[in-house]
């Protein structure tokens, strides 16, 4: 059974930073695009970055370009996504997902294209 499981969300103010790890259990993701979404309440599930099977490709929403950043550890089978400059708008669940199509240009932002998703972590950033 394949599961992934988020870790490093909580409480900040906002300016704060915070890490978020993903790591996959039941199959070896190394191969494979990951992506990070969130969904605040009330609003519908959108993307935050996504990164190629290899790292070498990442892919942004607008209103997170230059402070969140994601990354991949292909050795231990996890993706990150740090976060700086924290904004009370970034309060959402975060969730890790994993896309098995490439290349993950066609799709990276594309709820559809992911074919595993983890249960997600919260964030939440007070002013």
């Known amino acids: 059974q394949v599961q992934l499981v988020e870790s490093g969300g909580g409480l900040v103010q906002a300016g704060d930073s915070l890490r978020l790890s993903c790591a996959p259990s039941g199959r070896t993701f190394r191969s494979y695009a990951m992506g990070w979404f969130r969904q605040a309440p009330g609003k519908e599930r959108e993307f935050v970055a996504a990164i190629s099977w290899n790292g070498g490709n990442t892919y942004y929403v607008d209103s997170v370009k230059g402070r969140f950043t994601i990354s991949r550890d292909n050795a231990k089978n996890t993706v990150h996504l740090q976060m700086n400059s924290l904004k009370p708008e970034d309060t959402a669940v975060y969730y890790c997902?994993?896309?098995?199509?490439?290349?993950?240009?066609?799709?990276?932002?594309?709820?559809?294209?992911?074919?595993?998703w983890g249960q997600g972590t919260q964030v939440t950033v007070s002013s």
């Open positions: 997902a994993v896309g098995l199509s490439r290349p993950v240009s066609v799709y990276y932002s594309d709820y559809d294209g992911y074919d595993y």
